[in-house]
């Protein structure tokens, strides 16, 4: 088999060397417009990946007026926590209780069973199944672009359906400052937040969903609004 790999594979990585060597010396020489796709093509494209037809300035409105709401709610709870600090110390501390490089898959671990378990007692939604996916560390080709995620198998797989939930460890070439700037980002209210996201009853639910959606064309396609609209909505939902 791996044999086998290896003969697939050297094409695709001679394809994908070739790619760049034309995006760097080639295409990369003669761009000189900017990259921005302008307003006329991005409302087209949020019309027909998103079916979201509200005139630019509109939605821009929509966006700002859901910032300043969720900074007023930031620094109104900030002062129920403690009204003798500044909301920026109010995080901080909350940051304090952080884990450890090589507690952090500990971590997700514990609070993705304190989720699922919370879902349940409360009757939140059906979960579909209850295997649980595997909490691994991010791949390093991943790491640049990515904090945690939720890595789920194709609606169609039929053999190899295991789930991965990915969270990003500090590498190991970072200063010490630069390690616990990162890792509090994993701080225990966060963490929670993350889960639920990309487990329970984010992104994991609709992958175990997925293949009860009625066309083929629903199962192969998606878009953001939705996928990560409702990820986000289970955030804010689990909270209340």
């Not at 990369?28 to 417009?33: K, Q, V």
């Not at 791949?139 to 789930?163: H, I, N």
């Not at 959606?213 to 998606?222: A, E, V």
């Amino acid at each position: 088999l791996l044999s086998e790999f290896k003969v697939a594979h050297r094409p695709a990585s001679d394809a994908i060397e070739s790619l760049t060597t034309w995006l760097e010396e080639e295409l990369l020489p003669r761009s000189r417009a900017p990259y921005a796709i302008g307003e006329k093509a991005f409302a087209l494209k949020l019309r027909h990946e998103e079916m979201v037809d509200l005139p630019l300035a509109d939605l821009l409105a929509i966006g700002e007026a859901n910032l300043d709401r969720d900074y007023r709610d930031f620094v109104r709870v900030a002062e129920e926590i403690s009204p003798n600090r500044t909301p920026f110390e109010v995080m901080r501390a909350m940051s304090d209780d952080f884990p450890s490089g090589e507690n952090l898959l500990g971590s997700a671990i514990d609070t993705l069973s304190n989720v699922v378990r919370f879902i349940k007692e409360n009757q939140i939604v059906t979960l579909p199944s209850d295997t649980p996916p595997s909490i691994l560390e991010t791949p390093p080709y991943l790491r640049s672009g990515v904090f945690a995620a939720m890595d789920t198998p194709g609606p169609f797989e039929q053999q190899e359906c295991e789930a991965y939930y990915y969270v990003t460890p500090p590498e190991p070439e970072w200063d010490l400052a630069h390690r616990e700037e990162h890792l509090r980002l994993f701080n225990r209210p966060v963490m929670e937040i993350i889960t639920i996201h990309e487990a329970y009853p984010g992104h994991y639910v609709q992958f175990l969903n997925a293949p009860r959606f009625p066309t083929r064309t629903r199962q192969i396609l998606d878009c953001n609004t939705n996928v990560e609209g409702w990820a986000h909505y289970t955030e804010q939902m689990m909270i209340e």
